[in-house]
């Protein structure tokens, strides 16, 4: 079942939901450092790390699927977001240059075909980035934020629906390692439990931060066909020829 999008909002209104989005902000600006002149789209509820791209892309669009619910984004000027069937985007195939997808594979009924709809749209070389929960995080397991709601994935869970949709992995990333309760000395401490985490390789982060890359064919695995030789059947024996009748 989709959040709705009502809580989402209220959740990045919290200290808790403004510490997850500066960490999970924090690893999106590293892939990706400059947005400009190219065209950016948030699939899900995308639009608390949407907000500094608007200053630099060509454009950027918010679009929530309808079992989820839209809000007016952003708070001032025109609209940027719209309700959309999550399978059927009103847009023109390739083209969109970046897009971010969040609270959307887990608790959509069809992720499969979200992604096939999403790699229609993108442009050849086009660039993807997937935050989805950590089944192995405590995130997971807390049904107290938007990330402990509906299915997470291991990593060669969602390796494998990237794969299947077209989809080539460029980049892993982890988010989240402190734990998702609203203490002040754990909101506080939360960037020394990044680096530590990150730096060590901790198992247990609350969020997958998958890049990927647009695959413009589907590969073939090679099998090796064994040469066979054609096989004939052998000829009919001739047989008695009738005698011929009167005339």
């Not at 960490?23 to 590293?30: A, D, G, N, S, Y």
Request: aromatic share 8%.
């Amino acid at each position: 079942m989709a959040l709705d999008v009502v809580d989402l909002r209220s959740f990045y209104a919290t200290p808790l939901g403004n510490v997850a989005r500066r960490l999970v902000w924090q690893i999106m600006r590293e892939r990706w450092s400059n947005c400009v002149g190219l065209s950016v789209m948030g699939v899900g509820y995308a639009t608390p790390y949407l907000g500094p791209l608007r200053d630099e892309a060509v454009r950027v669009l918010a679009f929530m699927p309808a079992e989820q619910g839209v809000v007016n984004w952003p708070g001032h000027g025109r609209s940027a977001s719209a309700l959309v069937e999550s399978t059927m985007m009103p847009l023109p195939d390739s083209c969109m240059d970046r897009v971010l997808v969040v609270h959307a594979l887990e608790t959509l009924e069809h992720p499969r075909d979200v992604l096939a709809e999403i790699w229609r749209i993108l442009t050849p070389g086009g660039r993807m980035i997937v935050v989805a929960p950590n089944r192995r995080g405590l995130w997971a397991r807390v049904d107290t934020t938007p990330f402990g709601q509906g299915q997470p994935f291991s990593k060669s869970q969602l390796r494998e629906l990237l794969r299947d949709t077209l989809f080539s992995p460029v980049h892993w990333a982890e988010a989240l390692y402190v734990p998702p309760f609203e203490r002040p000395y754990l909101l506080s401490a939360a960037p020394a439990f990044e680096a530590i985490g990150s730096r060590l390789g901790l198992p247990g982060a609350g969020l997958h931060v998958v890049e990927a890359t647009k695959q413009l064919y589907r590969p073939i695995a090679a099998r090796r066909a064994r040469a066979r030789l054609p096989q004939f059947e052998g000829a009919l024996a001739p047989g008695p020829i009738p005698p011929m009748s009167p005339v």
